[in-house]
């Protein structure tokens, strides 16, 4: 079975301490997603790779970046948080290529900023 | 991408099917109609897809309608593990392949 693992289930930050959210899948796949949901909104896609050091921005990139060093890897970094990035941050991972897109997720990371 | 219309929310009763609809009027000839679904407190979890056949796997079948302006997700024998916020997804299988989720349908099983 796929495995995509979240370095934390929950964490507080205060406002303007950098924040790093590690993702990790053991499937070789190619693609990696980083996306937050919020009550209402549903989820949004915040950045997304489809390989190593390659990153595509998603619909709300302001204020988080992200680094793929290695294919199994995705980070999400706020460089300096703030209290609207409150929210819990969903990681996915999917193959390349073809029509069976099935993105795998972590089991998330609620994110608190105080 | 395609935009989704869902209801917000529904019921269903333990061991009887959900049908839970999904409206898609703008979807063009290459999208395909994804449909996930999140549990409380754990993240997405993929169903099914469908581009114009109707499909069928171990979890649920997939209707779509001859002119693929809408779907319908049945899970046969509900449970209350089926509790959970269902989302369709209409998009083009490009090289992307990001997907964008709306608010979903709220699935209640109740005894």
Request: aromatic content about 10%; glycine content about 8%; some cysteine.
């Given at each position: 079975?796929?495995?995509?693992?979240?370095?934390?289930?929950?964490?507080?930050?205060?406002?303007?301490?950098?924040?790093?959210?590690?993702?990790?899948?053991?499937m070789?796949?190619?693609?990696?997603?980083?996306?937050?949901?919020?009550p209402?909104?549903?989820?949004?896609?915040?950045?997304?790779?489809?390989?190593v050091?390659?990153?595509?921005?998603?619909?709300?990139?302001?204020?988080?970046?992200?680094?793929?060093?290695?294919?199994?890897?995705?980070?999400?970094?706020?460089?300096?948080?703030?209290t609207?990035?409150?929210?819990?941050?969903?990681?996915?991972?999917?193959?390349?290529?073809?029509?069976?897109?099935?993105?795998?997720?972590?089991?998330?990371?609620?994110?608190?900023?105080? | 991408?395609?935009?989704?219309?869902?209801?917000?929310?529904?019921?269903?009763?333990?061991?009887?099917?959900?049908?839970?609809?999904?409206n898609?009027?703008?979807?063009?000839?290459?999208?395909?109609?994804?449909?996930?679904?999140?549990?409380?407190?754990?993240?997405?979890?993929?169903?099914?897809?469908?581009?114009?056949?109707?499909?069928?796997?171990?979890?649920?079948s997939?209707?779509?309608?001859?002119?693929?302006?809408?779907?319908?997700l049945?899970?046969?024998?509900?449970?209350?593990?089926?509790?959970?916020?269902?989302?369709?997804?209409?998009?083009?299988?490009?090289?992307?392949?990001?997907?964008?989720?709306?608010?979903?349908?709220?699935?209640?099983?109740?005894?």
């Amino acid at each position: 079975d796929v495995k995509v693992t979240q370095s934390s289930r929950y964490l507080v930050k205060r406002t303007g301490e950098k924040v790093f959210l590690e993702c990790v899948q053991d499937m070789d796949h190619e693609n990696m997603f980083w996306y937050r949901q919020d009550p209402g909104l549903g989820l949004r896609l915040i950045y997304f790779s489809y390989d190593v050091k390659m990153k595509e921005k998603g619909d709300i990139p302001e204020g988080y970046s992200v680094s793929r060093e290695k294919k199994e890897r995705f980070s999400l970094i706020l460089e300096s948080a703030s209290t609207n990035q409150t929210s819990m941050y969903l990681c996915a991972s999917s193959i390349a290529g073809g029509p069976l897109h099935e993105q795998f997720f972590g089991p998330g990371t609620r994110l608190t900023v105080l | 991408d395609a935009k989704t219309t869902q209801p917000t929310s529904m019921d269903c009763a333990e061991g009887r099917a959900a049908n839970l609809p999904c409206n898609h009027s703008t979807i063009s000839g290459n999208e395909y109609v994804y449909w996930y679904r999140q549990i409380h407190s754990q993240g997405p979890q993929y169903i099914i897809h469908g581009l114009k056949n109707n499909e069928t796997n171990e979890m649920a079948s997939l209707i779509i309608t001859e002119d693929r302006k809408s779907s319908t997700l049945i899970l046969p024998h509900a449970t209350l593990r089926d509790t959970a916020v269902y989302y369709c997804i209409v998009r083009y299988t490009g090289t992307a392949s990001k997907l964008t989720f709306g608010t979903g349908t709220r699935l209640q099983v109740t005894l």
